[in-house]
């Protein structure tokens, strides 16, 4: 048990594993249940943050690395926000995957649950983007090259390795087309940079003003 835990694949699979699993649980109870599925939410990236937290020595690309060039934060934030304009304009109907949905709604009749709003906004913008980033890019784009992933050179990555990796990364998502972008561009600003918290903060960027829009729009579909 110990072995699998010091496994440095186990350190990136976790934490999105535990989070896919509570997506999951919060679309089969649906209104099955008597408590507000919503809260479901904080208590999803509340056990992620603690994942990551937990596996953190495993993460030698993130760990003593957060300095970088200012071109390269700058790059990071140049992505993150172009990534945000598609994400919210690529709206035709061959670009989502099944029918729209609701998405997440904070509100409580017509007036918005701050508590609720608040916990989406920073899950989604702090949480996430380390969680996705150390699984589709440090992992599974690297893992495509080779399983012994950690001998991967990020800046090394071949072409193939990207597309398919930014290819599934975007099904994930109801979004399917704006996420295949995303990947691709997180993806290359991984290969470009070598540095892991290029793409996170880029990630967190989007996932950030994505929140703010959401919640002045009202736009609830996006979350």
Sequence with gaps: MSSMLSNPATARVVP?????????????IGDAVSFDVR???PLRVGIVALALVFFWKH???LRGRISMPGGFWALSLTVGIVVFLLWVNLSASWMFVGEAGKGFDPRDG?????????FRVAGAALVVPVMEELF??????????NQDFQKVVPT???????????????????????GVLAGLAYAWLYRATG??????????????????????TRSWQFW
């Design 136 to 145: 589709w890019r440090s992992f599974v784009m690297r893992w495509i090259d």
């Design 39 to 41: 809260w479901l939410y």
């Design 16 to 28: 999105f594993a535990i989070y896919i699993a509570f997506l999951a649980l919060s679309g089969v």
């Design 195 to 216: 540095n892991l918290w290029a793409p996170v903060f880029a990630h967190g960027i989007t996932n950030g003003l994505l929140g703010m829009w959401v919640l002045y």
């Design 156 to 178: 090394l990555v071949t072409l193939k390795a990207v597309l398919l990796s930014s290819l599934v990364f975007g099904f994930e998502h109801h979004e399917w087309f704006a």
């Design 59 to 61: 993460y030698d690309e």
């Design 110 to 118: 017509e007036h918005v649950n701050i508590a609720l709003a608040l």
